[in-house]
């Protein structure tokens, strides 16, 4: 069991760009605890968002902890530009580096927390080696990619299985909204990862109170 606060991160994936810094107020006022930022590469995903130079102007449209999802090949090449843009927490994918250790190390070593992430189909052994060296464990719930997929309920057992053995935070992503976040509490995940279902709401603030509600 965890005794750490939970914490709602909304996804700006499913924002609209063309008004991020209002967007983001929106979710900032209305109560979330960090805001999630997806970067995409075209290679480890087959998508692409935004990188260093857009951070910088997100990091200036809140004080909020940046909780940045990295799903780029060989992030290690840019942890120091994410770094420099302003990401507070740099979460990689263990499926996405020659080096696992190397890259938290340089996560670490430029005064950031880091996390690791798995995709569906990556089993939760691989996290063994990293569970010491990791601030946070990002379970992904759909593949990833894409904002407004269907959560996959059989990933919660991954996360009651590192439950028991990690004492940091556990985070999911993807496909959560009021209900699927509720059973991804029961689970033991800390922090709730949402895009679309709170993006899509016309009342942002109405949805992270009921998300709010549902995960206490
Ligand atoms: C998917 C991303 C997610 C995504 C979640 O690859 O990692 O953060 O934005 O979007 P929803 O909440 O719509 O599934
Ligand atoms: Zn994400």
Redesign the pocket.
Known sequence: MSLKKKLIAP?I??ADFGRLADEIAEVDQGGCDWI?V?VMDGHF?PNLTIGPPVIRWIRKATRLPLDV?L?IEEPIRYIGDFREAGSDWMTIHVEACQDVSGTLKEIKSRGAKAGISIRPKTDVAALEPYLSSVDLILVMT?E??????VFMPEMLDKVRSLRSKFSGYISI????NVETARQAAQAGADVF?????IFKERNRKAYLNKLRDAIS
């Open positions: 996804s994936l499913s999630h997806d995903v999802h799903m759909v990833p990619g894409f904002g407004g997929q992503d993807g496909g959560i990862v949402a895009g679309s279902a």
